[in-house]
């Protein structure tokens, strides 16, 4: 360990196995767990993920002090990694990845045992939340609680089955319908409540945080559903000394766009409107082909430029700039997502210009790593000390999850200065300002 991490937290040493629960079996675990087996075995490179491929600074850049963010804080090897999954249908990963399409044969053949050995266990789900999909392999129960106690007794038997010292858990299931915030998820008490009552408001995903925070594992939400972000589950967390994050993995579209409105920005150049339009062929293009599943995506792809750009803070450039997201069902793309963008812009003296992205990108490619990074991290928030909602890891979300009342960070470069100094400060190194004035007293 790196000298100073006697001043910061006491982290508890990533000792023995730890479980990674995916809720969901579908391209994005797949291509998670598929590609950790290939990297333990050393024929594939865990390009994409911080965790494993980044570095941090510390001190003065003069110090030359560059370790591996693995090498710095005490991260669960990948050796150590264990996997485990709920999903709609019974196909165990093995033959999930070759139905998801996203990665060659070859690649699934050179890890078909440790794939095969993951089968899912049965689904909380509700057909109303995600209405393209009929599954299969589900739970029935006598109320939503019930669901929620075999999720917990799940949990339970993973653990000691599988001989696991931690869990974590990291919905990578599809997007459910839009759903506001109502009173049966404004207090643990009344969601407690509504949970025996089975309220119709209470959507799977929040079962399964229920779950998982009740049970003390770590909880991350890939998908944009309301599930962490409610008091009631916040509440838990707390109760629980529970880290929590969210929402909605940052791969394609937008992650171009929280590259380049910064940039916009930073440059105090004008925006006129930003259209989007995505056409994907996988299960999650097929679940958002449902207008109540994508008015759940909208929500949180739209929200990301206006944070960004604060109209209000800079009316001249940004005010009433329009912004157009389409996603649409194709399904010869498979999950060779294409996220096309046209960005009408002006500058000095008001001239008019453009910008085009056409980003032919692999949707579950980029959200392996996230996914991965994830666990590790909120593993890690977990043994040292750390609860509730983890606003650091914002770097990885759409619609990063904050403290009541606090305007998100959507910034990528900020959200990177946030992650990496809070890993400084959980190891008691010096926090980097980027000042740098010191260099020339």
């Not at 399409?101 to 109303?128: C, K, T, W, Y």
Request: with cysteine; hydrophobic share 40%.
């Amino acid at each position: 360990m790196d000298q100073g991490h006697k001043k910061g937290l006491d982290i508890a040493p990533a000792d023995g196995k730890l479980g990674i629960l995916l809720v969901g079996l579908g391209a994005v675990s797949t291509t998670l767990i598929a590609g950790v087996e290939a990297i333990k075995r050393g024929i594939a490179e865990p390009i994409g993920s911080l965790t494993q491929m980044g570095t941090i600074r510390l001190g003065k850049r003069t110090d030359d002090r560059v370790p591996a963010i693995k090498d710095l804080v005490p991260l669960t090897p990948l050796d150590d990694v264990i996997f485990g999954a709920w999903d709609i249908f019974p196909d165990n990963a093995f033959e999930a990845a070759m139905k998801a399409g996203v990665l060659e044969r070859a690649l699934i053949d050179q890890v078909s045992e440790p794939l095969a050995s993951v089968e899912p266990m049965p689904a909380v789900f509700e057909q109303n939340f995600v209405k393209r999909l009929h599954g299969t392999n589900i739970k029935s129960g006598s109320s939503k609680m019930d669901l929620a106690e075999q999720l917990m007794a799940d949990i339970a038997r993973f653990k000691d089955e599988k001989g696991c010292s931690r869990l974590v858990m990291v919905w990578a299931a599809s997007t459910e319908i839009f759903l506001e915030e109502a009173e049966v998820h404004l207090s643990l008490d009344a969601f407690e409540r509504g949970l025996y009552d089975s309220d119709p408001r209470i959507a799977p995903s929040m079962i399964y945080a229920y779950a998982a925070v009740r049970s003390g594992v770590p909880f991350a939400n890939g998908a944009p559903n309301l599930t962490l972000d409610i008091p009631a589950i916040t509440e838990l967390a707390e109760r629980e000394r529970v880290p929590i994050c969210g929402k909605d993995f940052k791969t394609g579209q937008t992650l171009m766009k929280t590259i380049l409105a910064p940039g916009l920005k930073a440059r105090m150049l004008g925006l006129e409107g930003w259209y989007s339009t995505n056409i994907l062929g996988n299960r999650d293009g097929e679940v958002l082909d449902d207008p109540e599943n994508f008015r759940t995506k909208e929500e949180s792809k739209l929200s990301v430029l206006e944070h960004i750009l604060q109209p209000d803070v800079y009316p001249e450039l940004y005010k009433d700039f329009a912004h157009v997201v389409r996603i649409n069902y194709y399904p010869p793309r498979g999950d060779n997502k294409e996220g096309w963008d046209n960005i009408d812009t002006f500058g000095w003296l008001g001239y008019k210009m453009q910008i085009k992205i056409d980003f032919l990108c692999r949707d579950s490619i980029l959200a392996a790593p996230l996914a991965l990074d994830l666990a590790l991290f909120m593993d890690l928030a977990k043994r040292a000390g750390m609860k509730g909602i983890q606003e650091w890891l914002s770097f990885y979300f759409k619609a990063p999850q904050t403290a009541p009342g606090l305007y998100p960070e959507h910034d990528l470069f900020i959200q990177l200065m946030k992650l990496k100094n809070t890993l400084r400060y959980i190891c008691g190194e010096e926090l980097i300002t980027h000042l740098g004035l010191e260099y020339y007293d």
